[in-house]
């Protein structure tokens, strides 16, 4: 008897991949369910099909691609208006804090979804981003971004820097080391060592938070933002950045010829330099830890269920079997370079594999050591207006060499005037 016990849990963690077991899948369910999500999601939704069609036969899934702003908006009014969601929606984690402060999400925690019996197998921060203040689980984590600093090795060689990856995370371990080393890289109105200094003092808030933890107080003019704002100010005043804005056209030109020689992004970051941004520079890039070994998450996505869906189980069938399995999750990260948010995935021998786009570098396991040390972030429905906002600040204080301490006190104070009724909404609705 034990062994028949020991032989089916075997055989069920082999058909859902490592991790908590997902729900014994139920071939007899059947009907069509629709999945929203956009452009790139779909070479991930295809790729799991044919796994999840094994162990549901009967479901059949209609995948609808639109814009990712377009399929924000489209949600966000056909729950407003009572219909029109689909079964399945893709959440970029930009927009999750949103959703987290409305209804119209079902909550994943509760029956018959039980959701919460895999949260030990998901990288912490991403599992709280979908958390809302009361404690429902609105969307289940997709991908990460865990990121890193993209470089070109061939220009750090010809600038008589460290070029092999450990040695540049020895030798540019810190943001004064990181400028130090733009001085030499950087040739005047040809060659230069990043984008825009906005990145770095954008970067930084990738892993904190607009507002503190506990009380949800303003968090924007504190000791660690300020010594970023300087860190990017110096860059600026340094002539190290290209002042170019992430991409634009003028962007893209610059990496595939060989202007920029660094580049802060997620770990997707990899598949667009490879597809189309600069596929003839294969064997050039590398990736390393960002300065200051800062653990930062840039991007990723979730997948969630409106309460309109007529077809719940169905949707909680796909959810489940492509977010909580790592035969999914694998899948997708193979097709699109969406890094799992699913941590049993990260067993997988693929994660040792060398990528020759990146010299034979094994990116993934720096990718897997990001993840694993970047910190939890408070996600509030006021985040995309904060970062609109405080962004046009930031810039002005960069552009115009303005002082650092008053220009963030006063950045902080402007914020928190043009969100006022909004924050006070907030607040009210978490008593």
Known sequence: MKRTVTALLVLLTLVVGLGAPAAAANPQLSGEIVVWGWPAADQAYESVLAGFHKLYPNIKVKIEMMPTEDQHTKLLTSMAAGSGAPDVAMI????????????????LLQPPFDAGRHKADFVPYKWSQATTPDG??????WD???ATMFYRADIFQEAGLPYEPEDVREHIDTWEAYIAAGKKVTIPNERFMYTDSNILFNLYFNQHNYFTKDDYEPAINTPENLYMLKVAQSARQAGIDANVAQWGPEWQAMLGNGSLATEFLGSWFGGFLKGWIAPEAAGKWRVAPIPHNMGVNWGGSFLAIPEQSQNKELAWAFVEYAMAT???????FEVVDYFPAYTP???DPMYAMSDPYFGGQQTRQLWV?????????VVTPLDRQVANSLGSE?????DQNLDPEKGLRDAEEKVMREIRRDYQRFIRSLK
């Open 92 to 107: 970029e984690a930009a927009w999750v804090g949103q959703f987290t402060a409305r209804g119209g999400l079902v909550d």
């Open 136 to 141: 429902r689980l609105i969307a289940m984590p």
């Open 144 to 146: 990460i971004g865990p």
């Open 326 to 332: 790592s035969e999914a999750q694998n899948k997708m």
């Open 345 to 347: 995935a990260f067993d």
């Open 369 to 377: 050591e990001v993840a694993n040390q970047t910190p939890e972030i």
């Open 394 to 398: 930031i810039t002005r204080i960069i």
